[in-house]
């Protein structure tokens, strides 16, 4: 059908913020992980896939942290098209902090709770669709 699987837009917007957290905050998570064993791994997704992607369709990945607590992330994930009028899907991401060694959930430690609240983005929406209406612009944006 010539566009991109469903599948391929969570996978993009992952690979997407690895790279950016390495680009814009020098934070490694393959180095993390072999340094601390320690990860994050996926609780949940919710997503909503707004336009289709096209197969070799130029698109721009955004990421935000929205929250983070002493184990737990959650993360915003956009995609646009190249000139950012159509916003063609928004994921919300929650991730547990584990320890891979006891393979349980950990804590996050006090140098790594200052870089999550370096990286956190505050936006006053409270479900995924009122922030998509902020997104597009919409009236009733707020809750």
């Not at 994050?40 to 990945?61: D, F, G």
């Not at 992330?73 to 646009?80: A, G, I």
């Not at 098209?81 to 393979?103: C, G």
Request: aromatic share 10%; charged share 25%; hydrophobic share 40%.
């Amino acid at each position: 059908m010539g566009h991109l699987f469903n599948t391929r837009f969570i996978e993009y917007m992952l690979e997407a913020r690895e790279e950016q957290l390495l680009e814009y905050y020098q934070f490694s998570l393959f180095d993390y992980i072999q340094k601390n064993k320690k990860a994050w791994v996926i609780l949940k997704h919710e997503i909503h896939y707004l336009k289709e992607a096209m197969q070799n369709e130029t698109v721009l990945l955004d990421s935000e942290l929205l929250a983070c607590d002493s184990r737990k992330l959650k993360v915003e994930y956009q995609m646009w098209n190249v000139d950012r009028s159509s916003l063609k899907a928004l994921l919300w991401t929650e991730f547990m902090h584990v320890d891979l060694v006891s393979r349980k959930s950990t804590d996050h430690d006090e140098q790594l709770m200052n870089i999550l609240q370096d990286m956190l983005f505050a936006h006053d929406a409270h479900s995924i669709q009122q922030r998509i209406q902020q997104l597009l612009g919409l009236p009733n944006a707020r809750p």
